[in-house]
């Protein structure tokens, strides 16, 4: 059995409903060994992030080839699995986002957040052309052999304000299970920050639930109770280590 295949499987058992994996996110390899000297069980990039540690808006708009280079260079810092937010999944349909999921892999990462946010035709595509897409990257990182842990994302929540959530958690739920149907393995709801809602999110979903932290959240132990099985951290430990620089140049240069 392949380290990879092994990683990939350790990754993928993390994902404990109420014993939640937590990913401090990282952006190179620098950041990568950082958090793997922390004590984390894995990483895992931020798309908002490496973009901007190379001078890019996020949204696909950093180089793929630049994206997978990066990709290399963490996965070669570190003994922890691997996996990398894809965006949208850098492909305009399932056959491409096939074949950028393939490159991901042979990288060396062991699975891949890939949202529903559409690039052309925002800002959601629709469930059954999000699941064709989800079905590709499937497809292509079986005919590696490798159980990559493909982690589908719904923006439902991120776009729309707060006090509308409660009427969209049908609408995640059902995107939530079409993307269990075509091979998902886990179901990330950045935005969503209430409490009941998460755990109706929870309740209701056939796959793993990953939520993005932030400060309007309630802390990991209560979200554990909550029921959820993965927590990020998406762009805040890039935002907080580059505060930290500008605040220490800003003493150095007094």
């Known amino acids: 059995m392949s380290d990879q295949v092994t990683k990939a499987q350790a990754f993928k058992a993390l994902h404990i409903q109420g014993s939640p994996i937590i990913l401090f996110n990282v952006w190179d390899a620098g950041s990568a060994k950082a958090v793997a000297a922390s004590g984390a069980k894995a990483l895992a990039t931020g798309s908002w992030s490496v973009a901007a540690a190379y001078g890019f808006d996020d949204g696909e708009h950093m180089p793929f080839d630049l994206a997978i280079a990066n990709l290399e260079r963490i996965v070669a810092a570190t003994d922890l699995p691997v996996t990398i937010d894809l965006e949208s999944g850098y492909g305009a349909n399932p056959e491409e986002v096939g074949t950028s999921v393939a490159r991901v892999v042979q990288a060396g990462a062991i699975g891949c957040n890939i949202e529903d946010s559409s690039r052309e035709t925002k800002p959601l595509r629709g469930v059954s052309e999000q699941a064709a897409r989800l079905k590709g990257a499937r497809h292509a990182a079986d005919r590696l052999g490798i159980p990559a842990f493909l982690n589908a994302r719904t923006d439902v929540f991120l776009v729309a304000p707060a006090d509308t959530h409660e009427g969209l958690v049908a609408e995640a739920l059902e995107r939530g299970r079409a993307y269990a149907d075509a091979g998902a393995d886990g179901f990330f709801v950045p935005g969503l920050v209430n409490e009941t809602l998460i755990a109706r999110v929870v309740e209701g979903s056939p796959l793993?639930?990953?939520?993005?932290?932030?400060?309007?959240?309630?802390?990991?132990?209560?979200?554990?109770?909550?029921?959820?099985?993965?927590?990020s951290h998406g762009p805040g430990p890039y935002r907080m280590m580059m505060k930290a620089l500008e605040n220490a140049a800003r003493e150095a240069l007094l």
Do not use: D
């Open 208 to 231: 793993p639930v990953n939520v993005m932290f932030n400060a309007a959240m309630p802390p990991a132990a209560r979200l554990a109770e909550l029921g959820v099985a993965r927590i």
